[in-house]
């Protein structure tokens, strides 16, 4: 027993003598440089807006209170600055990428053309996680979701990339729900696919509320033609713009079935932890853990959350361990539901 008690004693001493060497020498590291988020969309819309909040408090939660500057790199929905975060720079611990967690779906999948191995990165924590919904400018003249499934006339939806909210959930609503949503992609980002509608080149887009009700504020304000009118989201909430909608899963069900129903919620992996950071592999252990350590800090914040408020950007923290839990369920969906997701992607030869 008391042989036990030594060991058990010694064993407690070394881990936190390990953790105090991490944090010296993560000073020694992080003083006096600083630290890029690169984020895969423009200014403007969802992605900047939690990736320059993170960015206001996150160097005082790392030792050595490095500075952390955001880098904006959008194109290709988000892969450009993916690709680069994860394939070519270098892992040391001073850049971090923020990109659309769908594709890491996509690489499960089979897309070819996501180069990047979810498996291997650093996850280091997400803002949150999202509630997908719909939303259609007055002029189209769409109010409800009844409206979206009786039209005869193509309802145009302004989108970025196949891999994104906005160009796939479209397409699976016209493939398991039989909606005539013509997908028009190319936009760099949300914030120009809202510059579009206000412009009427599109009727509307698919996206996920919490940014929605932040960055697009005075869009869901408007009045008349000019006005953002959500018509169908994925859950509940208390608030009067979405209260009273249909949700996705009761739709799926009612008009797909249990199978669309399962296809839709294998889907929904990625929307558990959005606009995650994360560091190439190969980044040394313990500056991962450094890196995990400050962000769970810095999501407690009290002027973070203060800050976030004051935006309309809704929270519900992701640990970098759940986010390594949420790739690991996506790589392990069923066969029927790769199946039945499968022509969202170009398959690799």
């Not at 160097?59 to 070519?88: D, E, F, M």
């Not at 739709?251 to 296809?263: C, D, H, N, P, T």
């Not at 800050?307 to 361990?321: E, F, I, M, Y």
């Amino acid at each position: 027993m008391y042989k036990g008690s030594i060991l058990t004693g010694f064993l407690a001493f070394l881990s936190l003598a390990f953790m105090a060497s991490a944090v010296v020498h993560g000073e020694d590291f992080y003083k006096g440089k600083t630290i890029r988020l690169v984020v895969g969309a423009p200014p403007g819309g969802g992605y900047d807006a939690y990736t320059r909040l993170t960015a206001r408090h996150l160097g005082k939660y790392v030792p050595g209170n490095p500075a952390v500057v955001v880098i904006n790199r959008p194109g290709a929905g988000t892969l450009v600055a993916g690709h680069y975060v994860a394939g070519k720079s270098k892992p040391d611990g001073l850049t971090v990428g923020i990109w659309n967690s769908s594709m890491a779906l996509r690489e499960a999948l089979g897309d070819r053309g996501v180069k990047i191995k979810h498996k291997d990165v650093g996850w280091i924590g997400a803002p949150g996680t999202e509630t997908l919904t719909c939303a259609f400018m007055g002029f189209s003249g769409i109010r409800t979701f009844d409206d979206v499934l009786r039209s005869k006339k193509p309802i145009k939806m302004g989108a970025t990339r196949a891999g994104s909210n906005t160009v796939d959930l479209p397409t699976i609503m016209n493939k398991y729900l039989g909606t005539n949503f013509n997908v028009i992609s190319g936009y760099r980002g949300v914030a120009p696919i809202r510059l579009a509608m206000q412009s009427r080149e599109v009727d509307g887009f698919c996206s996920g509320w919490e940014p929605i009700r932040g960055t697009a504020r005075a869009m869901l304000d408007a009045k008349g033609d000019d006005k953002l009118v959500p018509v169908i989201i994925h859950r509940r909430w208390d608030e009067p713009e979405v209260k009273d909608l249909p949700t996705f899963p009761d739709v799926f069900k009612e008009k797909g079935g249990a199978q669309a129903l399962a296809i839709y919620q294998a889907y929904l992996g990625p929307t558990q932890f959005m606009r995650p950071l994360a560091v190439p592999p190969g980044t040394p252990a313990e500056r991962v853990a450094i890196l995990r350590k400050a962000f769970a800090a810095t999501v407690k914040d009290k002027q973070y959350i203060a800050d976030a408020n004051r935006s309309k950007l809704a929270l519900n923290p992701v640990t970098g361990q759940q986010v390594e839990q949420h790739v690991e369920k996506i790589f392990s969906m069923s066969p029927e539901a790769k199946n039945g997701l499968g022509f969202l992607v170009r398959k690799k030869k």
